[in-house]
T-cell receptor, first 111, second 116 residues
Framework: EAGVTQFPSHSVIEKGQTVTLRCDPI?????LYWYRRVMGKEIKFLLH????????ESGMPNNRFLAERTGGTYSTLKVQPAELEDSGVYFC?????????FGPGTRLTVT | AQSVTQLDSQVPVFEEAPVELRCNYS??????LFWYVQYPNQGLQLLLK??????LVKGINGFEAEFNKSQTSFHLRKPSVHISDTAEYFC??????????????FGKGTLLTVNP
């Protein structure tokens, strides 16, 4: 069984550009989460999908961030326009029956 | 709301020495507790978890942790570490109720470096 996958693994963009991160959860997992770790800080929750619906987006930093989950399968997280403080590692996770699995993360660098 | 404090940002040890990584938490509700590990260039992997029952929890790779409710702690231990244990370790909690919301609150992580 494939795990949670994320694409790209690394992304370097300039301030003001747009970046879209993708997450493919484990097949059949209804719950999908995005987390972010800014350098030197803790991993912080961004939002939670149940199937295609946003259950909790209390952790989204501001309206430059837009998350979608098409048809309740994969999810995208778009940052537009990117700012320097958006740099960090973005983790996706999916869960079912109480067990959470994390992807390898996307390292985003905004210069 | 919950918060997690990992008291040591970096812990260097020699191979075959014992190690303890400290974690304290704060929560207004009952929580489940977790330790995750991130090896270089890999994703987060569950090391162990405490849900209920025995307060001493054993995980993968010879790690164990003890839940202490009175001290609100969940320290991670290993009696003899290997070079391959070099990684970053994260303590995390989540409420033990709330249906399908498995939102985790993490500490800042502890970088364990095992030297030969």
């Amino acid at each position: 069984e494939a795990g949670v996958t994320q694409f790209p693994s690394h992304s370097v963009i300039e301030k003001g550009q747009t970046v879209t991160l993708r997450c493919d959860p484990i097949s059949g997992h209804d719950n999908l989460y995005w987390y972010r770790r800014v350098m030197g800080k803790e991993i912080k929750f961004l939002l939670h999908f149940v199937k295609e619906s946003k259950q909790d987006e209390s952790g989204m930093p501001n309206n430059r961030f837009l998350a979608e989950r098409t048809g309740g399968t994969y999810s995208t997280l778009k940052v537009q326009p990117a700012e320097l403080e958006d740099s960090g590692v973005y983790f996706c996770a999916s869960s079912q029956a109480g067990r959470t699995y994390f992807g390898p993360g996307t390292r985003l660098t905004v210069t | 709301a919950q918060s997690v404090t990992q008291l040591d940002s970096q812990v260097p040890v020699f191979e075959e020495a014992p190690v303890e990584l400290r974690c304290n938490y704060s929560s207004s509700v009952s929580v489940y507790l977790f330790w995750y590990v991130q090896y270089p260039n890999q994703g987060l992997q569950l090391l162990l978890k405490y849900l209920s029952g025995s307060t001493l929890v054993k995980g993968i790779n010879g790690f164990e942790a003890e839940f202490n409710k009175s001290q609100t702690s969940f320290h991670l231990r290993k009696p003899s570490v290997h070079i391959s244990d070099t990684a970053e370790y994260f303590c995390a909690v989540r409420p033990n109720s709330g249906g399908s919301n498995y939102k985790l609150t993490f500490g800042k992580g502890t970088l364990l470096t095992v030297n030969p």
